[in-house]
């Protein structure tokens, strides 16, 4: 049958623009009689899974690339079949079906390589980095991000080379490494914009708020978010936009502003439904129930909390039912069901054990996969060399001078395979100290969590309101401390603590224990960029922890607003100084803070006498406790 060029360009130049959802499959059906070619379908049914891939439709999606691979099978295209397979796969994706997506891009990578095709053979493995991304195997997303850039490079393709550099900025933010993932994401941000391409702009605007927000601008994060979610929704990128209304609202929330940060997590679970995108409705669901949590309405915490467990348990995310089952457990306590608050402690303790360990192994495995090779290569390389000299040898045995060299060369390539032997093992033994370690503190952090619960669930049996307040001062002590465990195990290094993120945390803690909801306190911290040694962080912790306590309790009494601030700062080469101020009532004129009373203030003298450092303290109109102190090492 003759094809009718004109028309197939005519349906071709209308697919270039979104058309509505229930005119495609019409618009198919059409072309579908009138053509009768599998060139022409092959190609048509392919632009229009692109359409309804973008506009959020993966069933539909997923049909019309089937039916173009059909297609191209019919024709033996091999190449436009491996598109195919590729859409396929991200379709899958998409839909949280991650096995299933692996093995679809495999399929397509095998047929890539026959092919010879460099630039899809890098874009097979970033797939595989970002599958690896997606289930927190970050280390080996990185391999296969930085493989995929290599052979983008080669192939000069500016649009993947933005695109390698958006999601190797992403494992970095995830790792905790906020300069080099702003390094690669500014690079990601600058090639988009130079090339004209939005949606990889949009993206990349969202990875930016990302990391300002880790950092604790709060303002500038939410200036790149808004620019992501304008510049994707201009494009109809809705799981983005999905994306970007959850961490706009995710920002509102830190801030304290609930009623903003449900009005953009509403609208991001909206869409997340409407899509059939899972994985963000989880997200949305998770957030909105720490809001209703945080504003005191309970029923609905544990209806969204209850929802996001569950999508987390079928798309096999152990990071979202962790999240959730804690928040629950939060939510239980609150309600003196503390059965319930106990079983959700035990998950949230089941899940994080369980990535832990699975990365443990993974790491262990990865290190002696690696010392084995290294050991065979150190072999060889010696036992080479020993055959040229002893080659040599034989050669001039004649000569004395050269079998006493040779002798020489024997006993010192010996000696250095002793060496370069201890040095493996050596190597080994402190990377596995180091998983080692890390599972210390996870435990450690783990068995402090546990008993602060348990305090706080004594706490609720109490009736008598002053043993009530010591038990929950001891139960904030306890979490202060597991903080330090826990920011140390999520850590790549072990020895030191960065406090910004570790004050935040604290800070919030106890925020939601001690705040009247009716006050509103303002917090500001700022510890940028200042890390210190633990046995420093300590002891700082629980200082930072009864200062901030004590001007929860007893600064506003009286007052609807207010204001604390922790300020860390390195004033000297080898100096810091921690000072925690608010701007309540005042502290009494005669206090000596050398002979006080109270355990917090004894305690805060105590742990300075064991930093070695000197507390001063001044109120006028705002009252402020100030320590100097070095750091351990």
């Not at 050269?402 to 060369?409: D, E, P, S, T, V």
């Amino acid at each position: 049958m003759k094809v009718d060029v004109k028309k197939v360009d005519a349906v071709k130049r209308e697919l270039r623009f979104e058309i509505p959802k229930e005119r495609v499959s019409q618009k198919f059906d059409e072309v579908y009689k009138e053509l009768g070619d599998h060139e022409a379908v092959a190609d048509i049914t392919n632009k229009i899974g692109i359409t309804y891939g973008i506009q959020g439709d993966y069933e539909k999606a997923l049909d019309f690339f089937n039916r173009s691979m059909e297609a191209n099978k019919e024709l033996g295209e091999k190449q436009k079949i491996a598109d195919c397979l590729n859409n396929i796969g991200n379709v899958y994706k998409y839909l949280g079906n991650y096995p299933e997506s692996f093995k679809t891009y495999n399929k397509a990578l095998v047929i890539y390589e026959e092919l010879h095709d460099t630039g899809a053979i890098a874009m097979c493995y970033n797939h595989f980095g970002i599958l690896h991304d997606y289930q927190g195997d970050y280390k080996q997303a990185l391999d296969y991000y930085f493989e995929s850039l290599r052979m983008r490079e080669i192939v000069g393709d500016i649009e993947e080379i933005a695109a390698s550099y958006s999601n190797i900025g992403i494992v970095y933010n995830y790792l905790g490494e906020y300069e080099q993932a702003l390094e690669y994401q500014l690079k990601n941000l600058k090639l988009n914009n130079e090339i004209g391409q939005k949606r990889g702009a949009g993206i990349a605007y969202t990875n930016i708020g990302n990391i300002y927000e880790k950092l604790g601008k709060s303002d500038q994060a939410l200036e790149n978010f808004v620019k992501g979610m304008e510049t994707l929704k201009e494009i109809g990128d809705m799981q983005g936009v999905t994306d970007a209304y959850f961490n706009i609202g995710e920002v509102w929330q830190k801030k304290g502003n609930y009623e903003v940060a449900l009005q953009y997590q509403n609208k991001s679970l909206d869409i997340a439904k409407e899509i059939g995108y899972k994985q963000g409705v989880a997200n949305s669901c998770y957030s909105i129930g720490s809001v209703y949590n945080k504003t005191g309405e309970y029923t609905k915490a544990v209806r969204f909390l209850n929802r996001s467990i569950g999508i987390g348990e079928e798309l096999g995310m152990p990071e979202i039912i962790m999240a959730a089952s804690e928040v629950l457990s939060d939510v239980y306590e609150k309600q003196n069901n503390f059965r319930k608050a106990y079983n959700f402690q035990i998950l949230f303790k089941q899940m994080s054990d369980s990535l832990n360990n699975a990365e443990n192994l993974k790491k262990i495995t990865q290190l002696e996969m690696q010392y084995e090779f290294d050991k065979q290569q150190g072999i060889q390389q010696i036992e080479q060399e020993q055959e040229r000299t002893k080659h040599n040898a034989e050669i001039k045995q004649q000569k004395l001078q050269k079998n006493i060299l040779f002798a020489g060369i024997v006993v010192v390539l010996l000696f250095g395979f002793i060496l370069l032997r201890g040095y493996f093992q050596k190597k080994k033994a402190n990377a596995e100290k180091e998983v080692l370690l890390k599972e210390i503190h996870h435990r450690v952090k783990n068995n402090l969590q546990v008993i602060s619960s348990l305090l706080n669930l004594q706490s609720h049996s109490l009736k008598d309101e002053k043993i009530k307040s010591a038990v929950k001062e001891g139960q904030s002590r306890v979490k202060s401390m597991a903080l330090i465990h826990q920011t140390l195990y999520q850590s790549d290094r072990l020895s030191r603590i960065g406090l910004q993120d570790y004050i935040e945390k604290l800070v919030s803690f106890l925020s939601d224990t001690y705040r009247d909801e009716e006050k509103e306190i303002i917090i500001g911290i700022n510890a940028k960029n200042i890390s210190l040694d633990i046995d420093t962080a300590i002891p700082l912790g629980l200082i930072i922890n009864e200062l901030v306590s004590n001007s929860f309790k007893h600064a506003f009494r009286n007052r609807t607003k207010g204001k604390i601030e922790v300020l860390l700062e390195k004033p000297g080469s080898s100096d810091y100084k921690l000072t925690v101020s608010d701007n309540g009532i005042g502290l009494a004129d005669n206090l000596d803070i050398e002979k006080a009373d109270s355990l917090g203030l004894k305690l805060v003298n105590i742990l300075t006498r064991q930093l070695k450092g000197e507390l001063t303290f001044h109120k006028n109109d705002i009252t402020a406790f100030s320590i100097t102190f070095k750091d351990k090492l």
